[in-house]
């Protein structure tokens, strides 16, 4: 409850961004002064910060990193109060912060098509017009506040994961999968492991209900654990047949190990994808091109495996960043 609260907060926060808002925003692309960008106190958070300031960078503007800033609710209180200019976010948690009454789950539905078929051979069902995460975020942004390009190669929703014994028999489609949804003991990872910023899920709200909704994939056997790491270790030890982790498998410590991932076609889970968000005026139309060229390339693997090097093998986020602009040519 304090957390949801502190969110709505700062959303309100944001919501009183004025007129004079805008006038200071235009100021920065005007005067070519610095670009600050915003990271969490997370390595993803981190990681995103320095390849957008990296980027920019290559535009010939000059940018810093300011890190560990705290929570989402921190960092949208230090755009209000224009401490930074720019900050990375996933998608779907940002919609959440914004508009807690949003019921969009997919990212777009052409985004979402083209996952799906590549994922598993399927569609993805039909969405009403606006319907879209990227829609629904577009409408629930403040004043003063823009995004750009939001990277549809990143898949950061949560992971409905299958353990080796029983992705030897069962689908691997939460479409097919939902016929055998009441025969599983199904754990539920609740925390902030894999992502700090993302708030733990209410495993009723955010994981039975959907996936009854939209599947109609009814558990009746589920153990709530404190941890991905704890869930992980409970299908390993055969203690249940089926896990829900907060964040993608692959950023697991280790990463995901014989765990099997039953792909989500239908967005039971919100889309989560990576976005910046941004004082409206304070880039060029330059460096917002050069923001869409990462939204371009940037991929999960690539995300997750920087990710996971950042925090376990304490790799430089400035460094790693580098690389991958570098392998890119960005």
């Keep these: ?9 700062a959303a309100r926060a944001v919501l009183a961004v004025t007129a004079l808002t805008l006038v200071v925003s235009c100021s920065h692309s005007e005067s070519g002064g610095t670009i600050t960008v915003g990271a969490g106190s997370s390595a ?21 990193v300011s890190a560990r800033l705290g929570g989402r609710a921190d960092l949208l209180a230090a755009l209000d109060a224009d401490r930074v200019t720019l900050v990375g976010d996933d998608s779907g948690d940002l919609l959440t ?22 994922a598993t051979g399927t569609t993805v069902a039909q969405a009403e017009p606006g319907s879209s995460v990227s829609d629904a975020l577009s409408r629930a942004l403040p004043e003063g506040l823009a995004i750009s390009d939001i990277a549809d190669g990143t898949d950061l929703r949560p992971d409905f994961v299958l353990s080796a014994a ?17 025969e599983l003991t199904v754990g539920i990872a609740t925390g902030s492991e894999l ?32 941890s991905d790491t704890a869930l992980r270790d409970a299908l390993r030890g055969g203690r249940i047949q089926a896990g829900v982790l907060t964040a993608p498998a692959t950023l697991l410590p280790g990463g995901p190990g ?54 376990d093998e304490h790799a430089s986020a400035a460094d790693l960043a580098r690389g991958w602009l570098d392998e890119h040519d960005l």
Excluded at 97 to 118: C, F, G, K, V
Excluded at 274 to 289: A, E, N
């Design 1 to 9: 409850m304090e957390l949801a609260a502190s969110l709505r907060t």
């Design 44 to 64: 993803q958070s981190d990681l995103i910060a320095e390849i957008y300031a990296g980027a920019l960078a290559r535009t010939g503007a000059h940018t810093v």
């Design 97 to 118: 912060a914004l508009d807690p009454r949003s019921t969009a789950r997919i990212p777009d539905p052409e985004s979402a098509a083209a996952q799906a078929s590549e």
């Design 166 to 182: 029983q992705a030897a028999r069962l689908p691997h489609s939460l479409k097919d999968l939902a016929a055998h949804c009441g």
């Design 195 to 226: 992502d700090p910023l993302r708030p733990g899920p209410n495993p009723q709200r955010d994981v039975l209900t959907p996936l009854r909704q939209v599947y109609g994939c009814d558990i009746t056997h589920y153990t709530i654990y404190h």
């Design 258 to 311: 014989d765990l099997v991932v039953a792909a989500d076609p239908d967005y039971a889970f919100r889309a989560q994808n990576i976005v910046p968000l941004f004082r409206q005026g304070s880039l060029t139309g330059t460096q917002i091109k050069k923001l869409n060229y990462v939204a371009g390339e940037l991929t999960t693997a690539d995300l997750t495996t920087l990710t996971r090097r950042l925090r």
